[in-house]
Structure formats: structure tokens, C-alpha cells
């Protein structure tokens, strides 16, 4: 009898190992996506998710802790959506400062579907109002040279005037050598001006 409480235990011990052995993996999985978050990887840090959805679907595992790894899952898939969002945004205003439009139009396309898939991971409205006035910003910047007359910048119509000052060679000279002003009558009016 004593022989089977013994095979008990090392099946528990045996099954626990294992439960710690998939904990660790499952750790070093979140560390790898936590990188990939960093990095803005999108696309990696999905796989990454799913896979670890699998593993935590074993029944073995304590509830309290898949979902403690579910919560980080969703936090670091935010951090990845949200961060490559605000980088497609920014590259899609420099592209627009260079007048470089091929570039703008796909990084704003490529910042719109980051920041649908930020909503979904629950990102905040505020992020949401940011990242649209960035990708309004990126559109309205850029290629706009013209050639011709805008209506920014309209032709110039207006008549041009003759510049009628003389130059100052060109001025009659002012008597030097008489040292009392020059005593001009002045015109006397009948009525006063303004009256």
C-alpha cells in the first residue's frame, strides 16, 4: 500500500514540473513580446499571441494565472498597435515635408489600419483624436507647389505705379551760401481750410 501513495506523488510532482516547465516558456514567450512590442512589430506580435492563446487553453494551468498572461497579452498587442500607429503617422509627415506623396499616401494608409487595430485592442479615444489630427496633418502637407497663380497666392493685377522720386542727384540743389531761409509768401486762402 505504501508503494502507491509513492506513485502517486511522483505523478504530481512529474505533472507540476511540467506545469512549471510551461509557465517558463510561457514567461520567456512574453519577454520575446514584449520586444516585439517595443519594436512596433504588429504582425509578430499577433503570431505571438495566438500561439500563446493555444498554450494557455491547457487545462492545467491555474486560472488565476492565464488570465494574469491574457491581461499582458492584451497590453503588449496594445503597445505594438499604438506605437506603430504614432510611427506610420510621423513618417507619413516627413514624407509629406519632402513632398515625397507616393510614401505620405502609404504610411497614412498604413497608420489608419494600425490605429483600427489599436481600437480594437481597446486603445483610448484620446489616442484615437491624436493620431487622426497627425494623419490630417500628414494629408494637408506636401505638394502643394504650383506654378501658376493660387487661390492662396493669387497673380499680382494690380496696376504698377511710376516711382516719381528723383534720386538725390537728380534733386535741384538748395542755395548754400545765402544763410537766411529762403522767405516764400505764402498763399493766403479766403476761407479756411476745414471751415
Known sequence: MF???????????????????MKQSIEASLVQMKKQADAALTDRCEAS????????????????????????????MLQAFMKATALAAKAAVDA???DDTEKRSAKIKE???????????????EFKQQCERMIEVA????GVKAKG????????TAPKVENLA?????????????????????????????A
Do not use: C, H, W
Not at 494629408?139 to 506636401?142: E, I
Not at 497663380?149 to 499680382?156: C, E, F, L, V, Y
Not at 545765402?178 to 486762402?189: E, F, G, M, N
Open 149 to 156: 497663380p493660387t487661390k492662396a497666392k493669387p497673380r499680382d
Open 139 to 142: 494629408m494637408l502637407s506636401g
Open 49 to 76: 499571441a495566438k500561439r500563446l492563446a493555444e498554450v494557455l487553453k491547457n487545462p492545467k494551468l491555474p486560472k488565476v494565472y492565464a488570465k494574469q498572461v491574457r491581461d499582458g497579452i492584451d497590453r503588449l
Open 3 to 21: 508503494g502507491f501513495g509513492k506513485e502517486k506523488n511522483a505523478k504530481e510532482e512529474a505533472e507540476e514540473r511540467r506545469v512549471e516547465a
Open 96 to 98: 509629406g515635408k519632402e
Open 111 to 125: 497608420a489608419r489600419e494600425m490605429l483600427s487595430g489599436a481600437m480594437k485592442n481597446k486603445a483610448p479615444q
Open 166 to 194: 528723383k534720386p538725390v542727384d537728380t534733386a535741384p540743389a538748395t542755395p548754400t551760401t545765402s544763410k537766411q531761409p529762403d522767405t516764400k509768401k505764402l498763399k493766403t486762402y479766403a476761407k479756411p481750410v476745414g
